[in-house]
């Protein structure tokens, strides 16, 4: 079954820098697209950044470009999210998720994980 685990979230000030990590486990990681969701306190989850399997082509949130930076590592199954000038509004927990999906008919599939969430307050 497959796993993921995020590290580095914590307490920041506005202005500042902190990077995310997401170690995969149990599931063939350079196959999976991989995403950077977040949740702020009374609001929806929303997707922040992410990368593809095919070819490492990157997406992001009007919100957050510019500023932000997703990348990942094959070899050592991990996602990794840089994030600078960071705002209150970038409090939340971020969760790291991976997808796949392929076939056709009847062969068709989609896989999908989610981590636990990690927690980032960006505080004075």
């Known amino acids: 079954q497959g796993q993921l685990v995020e590290s580095g979230g914590g307490l920041v000030q506005p202005g500042g820098s902190l990077r995310l990590s997401c170690a995969a486990s149990?599931?063939?990681?350079?196959?999976?697209?991989m995403s950077w969701y977040r949740q702020a306190p009374g609001k929806e989850r929303e997707l922040v950044a992410s990368v593809t399997s095919a070819d490492g082509s990157t997406n992001y949130a009007d919100s957050v470009k510019g500023r932000f930076t997703i990348s990942r590592d094959n070899p050592k199954n991990t996602v990794y999210l840089q994030m600078s000038s960071l705002k209150p509004g970038g409090t939340a927990v971020y969760y790291c998720?991976?997808?796949?999906?392929?076939?056709?008919?009847?062969?068709?599939?989609?896989?999908?994980?989610w981590g636990q969430g990690a927690r980032v307050t960006v505080s004075s």
């Open positions: 998720n991976a997808h796949a999906e392929g076939g056709v008919g009847a062969g068709m599939y989609e896989y999908l994980y």
């Open positions: 149990g599931f063939t990681f350079s196959v999976y697209d």
